[in-house]
Each structure stands twice: as C-alpha cells, then as structure tokens.
Nanobody
C-alpha cells in the first residue's frame, strides 16, 4: 500500500503562483509513474502532468509553459509548480502513483484562482 498526501492548495489571484506537494509514504519514485490530475466542478478528472520513473515529463497542452512537475527522491515528495495561473485552472488537484494496473490516489487539494 502507498499513501499519498497533497498539500499547498489555496486561493490565488489570476497571474499568481502556487506550489503543490504530494508526499508519498514510501520511496516509490524509481518504480512508479507519478502524476498530477485535476477535476473542476461538473467536469471529468483530467491529466495535468506526469513524471515517469526515469524522470521523463509530459504536460497537458493547457498548462505547458506554465506548470512544472518535479520530484525530490530524498523526501519522497513530488511537486507541481504552477505559474501564471488562470481562473480555468480552478479545480481539485490530485496526485497519483501508478505501476501497471496498480494505482494510488491522494485525497486532493483545492486550488481556486479568482480575483
């Protein structure tokens, strides 16, 4: 079993920045693909960014150039640096760990972008 705990969400004005964290209960980054997902009210959950066990990254087109996914293997923590935030980035953000069909989700953290 793997527990994931997100933190760092909050209320921010358009154009502002936030950094989300996802703390894992075990050292899993070398074997799991990690990802950030988000779900806005009335919408399906969507992929935001992923980082593979080898360190490759990929981003949704809507966040490319604004968001950066990273991880600190010594702290078992993954991050999502979000810059130039827009109102349409408002959502609950979740982290996920996946290895083949095995997957774990965090409880989510709310991000609200509003003036």
């Amino acid at each position: 079993q793997v527990q994931l705990v997100e933190s760092g969400g909050g209320l921010v004005q358009p154009g502002g920045s936030l950094r989300l964290s996802c703390a894992a209960s075990k050292n899993i980054f070398s074997i799991y693909t990690m990802g950030w997902y988000r779900q806005a009210p009335g919408k399906q959950r969507e992929l935001v960014a992923i980082i593979t066990s080898g360190g490759s990254t990929n981003y949704a087109d809507s966040v490319k150039g604004r968001f950066t996914i990273s991880r600190d293997n010594t702290k078992n923590t993954m991050y999502l640096q979000m810059n130039s935030l827009k109102p349409e980035d408002t959502a609950v953000y979740y982290c996920k760990a996946q290895k083949f069909t095995e997957q774990y989700w965090g409880q989510g953290t709310q991000v609200t972008v509003s003036s």
